[in-house]
């Protein structure tokens, strides 16, 4: 990574930062509709995972968010660490994707936090609420939260990203 210099710095932080408060504002309040945790997940902040696109400030706002947005699951200290890290994982998996496109539009980068989530979420699922922990449990769990990121991240992060792209916002200039 480049070193930044003066204004660059301060631009990369202001953004990193607002993601961050973003992720995990958008988690409240989907938690708030009881959508945020557990087997079937549709969390608003999941349209924010594609951002990595378009900056690699978003990389540690969406894993600091995902942090904040965590503390109030009801699984604990093991959803802060394991969904934190999923998010980390499927933030550089984006954004090191983002010149792979289909008529323009980063699909695959849309991918990763779906397939990443599923696992990663899926088994945290599996072995922490559900009564059985066998193979077809896993499967079902992840199947269900891969599907809420599906939704997130094409019906509401694809078009975010490629507004924000077309926009041509600041932070997009970042290396």
């Known amino acids: 990574m480049k070193m930044f210099t003066g204004s660059a710095r301060t631009e990369y932080l202001v953004t990193g930062a607002l993601v961050a408060a973003l992720y ?3 988690t409240y309040a989907s ?3 009881n959508l945020a945790y557990g087997p079937v997940q549709f969390r608003l902040s999941e349209a924010l995972t594609l951002l990595p696109v378009l900056t690699p ?4 706002g969406l894993t600091i968010g995902c942090l904040l947005g965590n503390i109030g699951s009801p699984l604990g200290i093991v ?3 394991c969904g934190t890290f999923a998010t980390f994982t499927a933030s550089v998996i984006t954004r090191s994707l983002r010149s792979i496109r289909v008529k323009r539009i980063p699909v695959w980068s849309a991918l990763a936090p779906v397939v990443i989530n ?3 979420i899926g088994l945290e699922i599996t072995f922490l609420m559900s009564k059985r922990k066998d193979f077809l449990t896993f499967v079902v769990a992840a199947g269900w939260v891969a599907l809420g990121e599906l939704a997130m991240c094409f019906a509401l992060g694809l078009p975010l990203t490629m507004a924000l792209q077309k926009r041509g916002l600041p932070f997009s200039r970042l290396p």
């Open 79 to 81: 959803d802060i660490f």
């Open 118 to 120: 599923g696992l990663v």
């Open 31 to 33: 938690a708030a509709l």
């Open 24 to 26: 995990a504002g958008l």
């Open 57 to 60: 400030a978003a990389i540690p």
